[in-house]
């Protein structure tokens, strides 16, 4: 392939690369990752409440990895609070896995911006044959998208698994118990579903750089060591 198409298909993978890591630093700092709705058990149950009056026993919320807000509601108003999960919710939320979520999320975003800086040097720089090279690119795409895909992995266990939305509705209320009814991914989940996406599409634009594979040998490769040993 030529050398101006091969700057092409890195600076596009680059700027791709680019726009990911701001998108996982905005995700990772705003309350948008999840959007949940709970009923007040307790509260329906001591009216008998059916059908439409189930409306005002149920409360909503939206929450990140940092904080949310939302809104309590058992028949007698709605009770608008905020929270965070450092210091408030450590004692309720399985805190190993929310912290690797931040921590992989965090890994995420350098790795993106590293990547999209050695595209760049691949496109306009004379990289080396390893780490600034094809095989750096590809290494540092699988790494990264390896990183997206952990962050929703543990981020939908920590939700669905270990009922997160449920623990947060009921932190410090004694009196009445809640109970999740609907929960669903919100913008800055699915940012980072589109970061896994966009580094599996640059490890495809290397290879469409006439760039092989990692342990890929080519045949004029296999072909030329042949033809050595036989010469040996």
Request: include cysteine; charged fraction near 15%.
């Given at each position: 392939m030529p050398s101006q198409q091969k700057k092409v298909?890195?600076?596009?993978?680059?700027?791709?690369?680019?726009?990911?890591?701001?998108g996982a630093v905005t995700a990772l700092g705003t309350p948008l990752w999840i959007k949940a709705t709970f009923l007040c058990k307790t509260g329906a149950l001591l009216v008998n409440a059916s059908g439409q009056e189930l409306d005002k026993f149920m409360g909503e919320m939206q929450y990140g990895l940092f904080h949310g807000e939302g809104v309590r509601q058992c028949g007698l108003g709605a009770r608008p609070?905020?929270?965070?999960?450092?210091?408030?919710?450590?004692?309720?939320?399985?805190?190993?896995?929310?912290?690797?979520v931040i921590l992989f999320s965090t890994i995420l975003i350098v790795l993106t911006l590293v990547g999209t800086a050695f595209f760049m040097y691949n496109a306009f720089g004379k990289p080396f044959e390893t780490l600034h090279g094809p095989l750096g690119l590809y290494l540092l795409s699988f790494i990264s998208g390896?990183?997206?895909?952990?962050?929703?992995?543990?981020?939908?266990?920590?939700?669905?698994?270990?009922?997160?939305?449920?623990?947060?509705?009921?932190?410090?209320?004694?009196?009445?118990a809640y109970k999740t009814q609907s929960e669903k991914y919100t913008a800055s989940f699915w940012v980072v579903f589109i970061c896994f996406f966009v580094h599996?599409?640059?490890?495809?634009?290397?290879?469409?750089?006439?760039?092989?594979?990692p342990f890929a040998k080519s045949k004029d490769t296999e072909t030329t060591n042949v033809a050595a040993d036989l010469m040996y």
């Open positions: 298909i890195f600076c596009m993978a680059g700027m791709l690369s680019f726009v990911c890591a701001l609070f905020r929270f965070s999960f450092f210091p408030d919710l450590l004692k309720a939320i399985p805190v190993s896995i929310h912290v690797n390896s990183c997206g895909c952990l962050v929703m992995i543990l981020f939908a266990s920590e939700v669905k698994i270990h009922h997160l939305s449920e623990k947060i509705a009921n932190y410090k209320e004694g009196t009445y599996f599409l640059n490890g495809l634009l290397i290879r469409f750089a006439g760039f092989q594979f």
